[in-house]
């Protein structure tokens, strides 16, 4: 198994523009969420999904939008990059609910210029 | 803000235990202590959990107050590899979201 995997690795992007961060699981996970991280902090909630078809905000969700496209692949897309999105992104997931195991993806890194 | 308390950084000796302490004064009943790590530029891997009893797997030992109201995560051999920022987190299965806050850096040196 990957386990969970996202892509791109790395990306720049320049102010204003659009992009989608990819996650996949094949653990057969029902729950998957997005983390960022800023340097030498710890992890903030954006999204989450705590089943396919469902979608919740998390701490700071503005400037974000995801889609739960089936039960492998949760996506978060920024409409409009801004310098402040400059971030490491995590993606994870758990079996049930948010009080489980997280398994996390190795991150993308984002910087908006 | 993080509802746990830790040490901002500790240092320890290749070979010796690594001693992780962690204050959870408002936890409740029903919340589990989980602790996470993050190697430098990786995605954070879940260590261990626990709810009373203490608990052990290949990678830890989490040893809880009897009032719950703190944990230590023991890192029995500590090898330079055991480098990382640990999480100590206290969360219910109620769906509440998880604060990472900002954990311990922990330094193993030769």
């Known amino acids: 198994n990957a386990g969970v995997t996202q892509t791109p690795k790395f990306q720049v992007l320049k102010t204003g523009q659009s992009m989608t961060l990819q996650c996949a699981q094949d653990?057969?996970?029902?729950?998957m969420y997005w983390y960022r991280q800023d340097p030498g902090m710890g992890l903030r909630l954006i999204y989450y999904?705590?089943?396919?078809?469902?979608?919740d905000k998390g701490e700071v969700p503005n400037g974000y939008n995801v889609s739960r496209l089936n039960k492998r692949e949760f996506s978060l897309r920024l409409e409009s990059a801004a310098p402040s999105q400059t971030s490491v992104y995590f993606c994870?997931?758990?079996?049930?609910?948010?009080?489980?195991?997280?398994?996390f993806g190795p991150g993308t890194r984002l910087l908006v210029l | 803000d993080a509802k746990t308390t830790q040490p901002t950084s500790m240092d320890c000796a290749e070979g010796r235990a690594a001693n992780l302490p962690c204050n959870h004064s408002?936890?409740?009943?029903?919340?589990?202590v989980y602790w996470y790590r993050q190697i430098h530029s990786q995605g954070p891997q879940y260590i261990i959990h626990?709810?009373?009893n203490n608990e052990t797997n290949e990678m830890a030992s989490l040893i809880i107050t009897e009032d719950r109201k703190s944990s230590t995560l023991i890192l029995p051999h500590a090898t330079l590899r055991d480098t990382a920022v640990y999480y100590c987190i206290d969360h219910s299965n109620s769906g509440y979201a998880l604060n990472f806050g900002k954990g311990t850096s922990l330094l193993v040196t030769p």
């Open positions: 408002t936890i409740s009943g029903n919340e589990y």
């Open positions: 999904s705590a089943s396919e078809g469902t979608t």
């Open positions: 653990m057969n996970h029902n729950s």
């Open positions: 994870a997931s758990t079996v049930g609910g948010m009080g489980e195991t997280q398994y």
């Open positions: 626990g709810l009373k």
